[in-house]
């Protein structure tokens, strides 16, 4: 969800690696948020994430 609308949901492992983010993060966020966001704002996005290992991996990093 975000202040201007809804993004896609899917459904996600509850052990997910990082291979599994960087692909949900590629395939399913990156397009759901250049079909909401204007390019100015989208440029700008910023993704808030929790402590988790698999957000700070070298792969989802890079």
Do not use: C
Not at 12 to 40: C, N, Q, W
Not at 50 to 58: A, E, T
């Amino acid at each position: 969800m975000t202040s201007m609308g809804l993004m896609d949901i899917i459904e996600i492992t509850p052990h997910m690696d990082a291979e599994e983010y960087v692909e949900i993060l590629g395939e399913v966020l990156k397009p759901s948020a250049r079909r909401i966001f204007p390019e100015k704002q989208y440029s700008t996005l910023k993704i808030v994430q929790d402590n988790s290992s698999v957000h700070f991996s070298r792969m989802v990093q890079e």
